[in-house]
């Protein structure tokens, strides 16, 4: 009788699981804030803020679910280095996991990247690897991967199938769960980016198998093709350009994306992703990243068409990231005019808006 045995031994497993565990434990969730809209609007606007996270935005809980994932498929295990392809917030995230577990954390980044992100990256212990051309990223993790005999956890595949879409304190759940005791606790809209698709993946799954009435929307910036893809029902939609609201948009529609769950995307100027970043850092008496400000531009205009309508109701986004990440770029005058942007015109719109309840946006 022969036996063939490959599985790996379960006593670090076991306790990987279990530390992540324990760090979920020791993390309380994060909160819902309200901001302050016109009393007589009729309309309550709820903030989830991740920005509280341990490292500092959205996407702790996306490495948080691909490290379980990962590990409960057997795909990482003692000794495995991880490879990511990543600029931004999913590499700190998963270079702080990495960190947690004792493994080696290499990210692929393109050659531009912000000297303040890298050091984020560094900070929890990563290792950064660049490239010239951002689409060359996805190759570059997987051939690192294979040459080290390490595992590419490849974000932009993996996150719609990562989280747990029917519960299991999701961030579908937790929204509608802090709503319950709100005037209107199922919301006319919830409002996300999409950077992999995991997110709007997530929550628009949710909201169907609880059978809600909510709507998704989703917002995008420029240069990314998921507006296009969406737009043209083409999953190999594609610009080839990186976005400069950093951690949403990207160059091809990603595996993860998951348009039929969603029931509009609204197409943001990156002036305007901006400008409402800055708006919203003044009224909130904190800096919020540009991702969240690219979510307010689509929130605005969705409650501007419920006041025309007439109807009043609850909305919900996220605060994805603080603003401090960003002092040299979206908050540096200086930058935003290198970049060829004015901020005049969204700045205007939106100051009329909170003035009279119209937008024009």
């Known amino acids: 009788m022969k036996f063939c045995d490959q599985s790996a031994p379960r006593d670090w497993v076991d306790n990987a699981v279990r530390l992540i565990d324990a760090d979920t434990q020791r993390s309380a969730d994060t909160h819902l804030l309200r901001y302050p809209l016109p009393a007589e609007w009729g309309i309550q606007l709820y903030l989830k803020d991740e920005s509280t996270h341990i490292t500092g935005s959205l996407k702790h809980r996306l490495a948080r679910s691909l490290f379980l994932y990962a590990i409960c498929n057997g795909w990482v295990t003692e000794g495995t280095t991880v490879v990511e392809a990543s600029s931004g917030s999913t590499a700190v995230s998963e270079a702080y996991f990495a960190k947690l577990l004792g493994l080696d954390f290499v990210a692929v980044m393109p050659a531009s990247t912000s000297p303040q992100k890298i050091a984020l990256i560094e900070a929890q212990g990563g290792r950064c690897h660049f490239v010239q051309k951002p689409d060359d990223m996805y190759s570059e ?11 590419y956890m490849d ?7 990562a989280t747990d879409w ?4 999701n961030i579908a759940e937790s929204i509608f769960q802090q709503m319950e005791l709100e005037p209107c606790p199922v919301p006319e809209w919830v409002v996300v980016g999409a950077g992999t698709g995991g997110t709007s993946a997530t929550i628009g799954r949710y909201i169907r198998y609880r059978r809600h009435a909510t709507k998704l929307a989703v917002v995008d910036p420029e240069n990314s093709a998921f507006y296009g893809g969406y737009e043209n029902a083409d999953a190999g939609f594609h610009t080839g350009m990186s976005s400069r609201i950093e951690g949403i948009g990207r160059p091809r529609v990603e595996p993860s994306f998951i348009g039929q769950v969603i029931d509009r995307m609204i197409h943001v100027p990156d002036a305007a992703s901006i400008a409402a970043a800055r708006h919203a850092s003044v009224a ?15 929130v605005w205009a969705l409650i501007g068409e419920m006041l025309a309508a007439g109807r ?12 401090d990440r ?15 942007m004015s901020l005049a015109e969204p700045t205007a719109i939106m100051e009329k808006f909170h003035a009279t309840g119209a937008w024009t946006g």
Do not use: K, M, P
């Not at 029917?166 to 304190?169: D, K, Y």
């Not at 009043?312 to 603003?323: E, M, N, Q, R, Y």
């Open 141 to 151: 993790a997987a051939r690192l991967a294979r040459e080290c005999d390490g595992h």
């Open 326 to 340: 960003y002092a040299g770029t979206y908050f540096d005058d200086s930058w935003v005019a290198a970049q060829g």
């Open 312 to 323: 009043s109701g609850s909305v919900v986004t996220l605060i994805c990231d603080g603003g």
């Open 155 to 161: 974000q932009f595949t993996h996150a719609e199938r």
């Open 284 to 298: 909130l008496g904190r800096r919020v990243g540009g991702s969240t400000g690219t979510n307010l531009w689509g």
């Open 166 to 169: 029917r519960g299991n304190n």
